[in-house]
């Protein structure tokens, strides 16, 4: 599975994208300036199932910074070998997301790199409302201008639990009817990318460290979200 990552110094952004032997596409992409963190995914439909065409899922994030190179440096990196399986130096383990709001033109307040990478998922563009208070007001802008312009889900599917002790809205994984509204998860991994420069020693006359290296690590993400319909659950995971 190769690996392509592509990064923008005047955008600040970086893009990594890769296809997954399953056929599903994964891009994920980290504005640095605006701290946002947006993960596409591209699910094609399994014909022996009835499904047709594809789905295409965005999650919104507050991007930790320090868990990536950013694009000035990435940019100067030359990888030899593109097409080399390579194994990550350190695992990061899993990141779960529950999200409870569809973006909408938030995703464009937030940032507009983002927004255009989620463009072909239209109204399948999710985050927290959580994250919200997290990103810095833009200028000209009060940090309500990004609640004003997201969705939330509806008010059971938010409820950790009813009265019963069961939970508002149930796993898609649990659910048998194909019209009942339901919450769905998606996995993916990243199995190797760039997360730190490695520096070296310059030699004793001079003392200096320098650039010697990139640090790789590997990454899972899980993302929870409600659908309307559990036929809207592709069961890619």
């Given at each position: 599975?190769?690996?392509?990552?592509?990064?923008?110094?005047?955008?600040?952004?970086?893009?990594?994208?890769?296809?997954?032997?399953?056929?599903?596409?994964?891009?994920?992409?980290?504005?640095?300036?605006?701290?946002?963190?947006?993960?596409?995914?591209?699910?094609?439909?399994?014909?022996?199932?009835?499904?047709?065409?594809?789905?295409?899922?965005?999650?919104?994030?507050?991007?930790?910074?320090?868990?990536?190179?950013?694009?000035?440096?990435?940019?100067?990196?030359?990888?030899?070998?593109?097409?080399?399986?390579?194994?990550?130096?350190?695992?990061?383990?899993?990141?779960?997301?529950?999200?409870?709001?569809?973006?909408?033109?938030?995703?464009?307040?937030?940032?507009?790199?983002?927004?255009?990478?989620?463009?072909?998922?239209?109204?399948?563009?999710?985050?927290?409302?959580?994250?919200?208070?997290?990103?810095?007001?833009?200028?000209?802008?009060?940090?309500?201008?990004?609640?004003?312009?997201?969705?939330?889900?509806?008010?059971?599917?938010?409820?950790?639990?009813?009265?019963?002790?069961?939970?508002?809205?149930?796993?898609?994984?649990?659910?048998?009817?194909?019209a009942k509204e339901c919450i769905c998860h998606i996995e993916v991994c990243v199995n190797w990318y760039p997360c730190g420069l490695k520096y070296c020693k310059g030699k004793p006359q001079g003392g200096m460290s320098y650039r010697c290296g990139i640090k790789t690590?590997?990454?899972?993400?899980?993302?929870?979200?409600?659908?309307?319909?559990?036929?809207?659950?592709?069961?890619?995971?």
């Open positions: 599975m190769q690996e392509n990552i592509t990064a923008n110094v005047s955008e600040d952004t970086v893009i990594l994208d890769f296809l997954r032997l399953d056929g599903v596409y994964v891009s994920q992409l980290v504005d640095f300036t605006n701290e946002v963190e947006a993960m596409k995914v591209v699910i094609p439909a399994e014909e022996e199932l009835g499904q047709s065409g594809y789905q295409t899922l965005c999650f919104l994030t507050h991007a930790a910074q320090a868990d990536f190179i950013a694009p000035d440096a990435m940019a100067k990196l030359r990888q030899k070998n593109p097409g080399t399986v390579r194994v990550a130096e350190e695992d990061k383990g899993w990141r779960q997301t529950t999200t409870t709001a569809w973006a909408g033109r938030a995703a464009w307040l937030l940032s507009p790199a983002a927004a255009r990478h989620c463009s072909p998922a239209r109204d399948h563009v999710y985050l927290r409302t959580a994250d919200l208070s997290r990103w810095a007001p833009r200028p000209g802008m009060s940090q309500l201008s990004y609640s004003a312009e997201v969705t939330p889900f509806p008010a059971n599917a938010l409820s950790p639990d009813t009265s019963d002790g069961k939970p508002g809205v149930s796993p898609c994984v649990a659910e048998n009817d194909s690590c590997h990454r899972c993400y899980r993302y929870h979200y409600y659908v309307p319909r559990r036929d809207a659950c592709l069961s890619y995971t």
